[in-house]
């Protein structure tokens, strides 16, 4: 069973960088037709997808936040990590690691979340 | 751009009943890349459908998905108490709707 972990600061300075890391067990990272997402939710409010990367090395980002994004891949750690750089209180958020199946392009495995606040 | 359009925002049913949640997409998408999610607080989603009508591994077939082109429809035929909360469809892997929130009248 595939499980994913996120892990990182819970407080990070406004203007600062965001850095998260998410941990894949039950699987190798670079096993199938699968794409890695970074997800995330404001509290009382939806879903909004960050980016993605595949084992490639190939990446997509939400084009919202295309210039301050980055999401890498160790596969000799089973980990993926992104980075939000210039962060402000509007990025405080819930988030979300995924695993996005190929093909049909659904999250059939997430991390449980974690809570990100931005403030001074 | 693709704009997900759930309605209604928050439906008010009772257990027994027949929900019927909607998801408009902007415009026309292929069937096999749309997908729905539950939401419990707290919780990360959980995958329910996807490519439209198939269900996931462990759900329930009161659950049922359906549509095509632009509308696109999530009903749950007879409503248990554990299925009040929010719903969401999701698009590529990359569109979300705003959610349709489940709440017992």
């Known amino acids: 069973q595939v499980q994913l972990q996120e892990s990182g600061p819970g407080l990070v300075k406004p203007s600062q960088t965001l850095s998260l890391t998410c941990t894949v067990s039950g699987g190798s990272i670079t096993t199938g037709s699968y794409y890695w997402n970074w997800v995330r939710q404001p509290a009382g409010k939806g879903l909004e997808w960050i980016g993605r990367i595949h084992t490639s090395g190939s990446t997509n980002y939400n084009p919202s936040l295309k210039s301050r994004v980055t999401i890498s891949v160790d596969t000799s750690k089973n980990q993926f990590s992104l980075r939000l750089s210039s962060v402000t209180a509007g990025d405080t958020a819930v988030y979300y690691c995924?695993?996005?199946?190929?093909?049909?392009?659904?999250?059939?495995?997430w991390g449980q979340g974690t809570l990100v606040t931005v403030s001074s | 751009e693709i704009v997900l359009t759930q309605s209604p925002g928050t439906l008010s049913l009772s257990p027994g009943d027949r929900a019927t949640l909607s998801c408009r997409a902007s415009?026309?998408?292929?069937?096999?890349?749309l997908a729905w999610y539950q939401q419990k607080p707290g919780q990360a989603p959980r995958l329910f459908i996807y490519?439209?009508?198939t269900r996931a591994t462990g759900i329930p077939d009161r659950f049922s998905g359906s549509g095509s082109g632009t509308d696109f429809t999530l009903t749950i035929s007879r409503l248990e108490p554990e299925d009040f909360t929010v719903y969401y469809c999701?698009?590529?892997?990359?569109?979300f709707g705003q959610g349709t929130k489940l709440e017992i009248k």
């Open positions: 999701q698009l590529y892997g990359t569109f």
């Open positions: 490519g439209a009508s």
């Open positions: 415009q026309s998408v292929s069937s096999s890349y």
């Open positions: 995924a695993r996005l199946q190929g093909g049909f392009y659904y999250f059939g495995y």
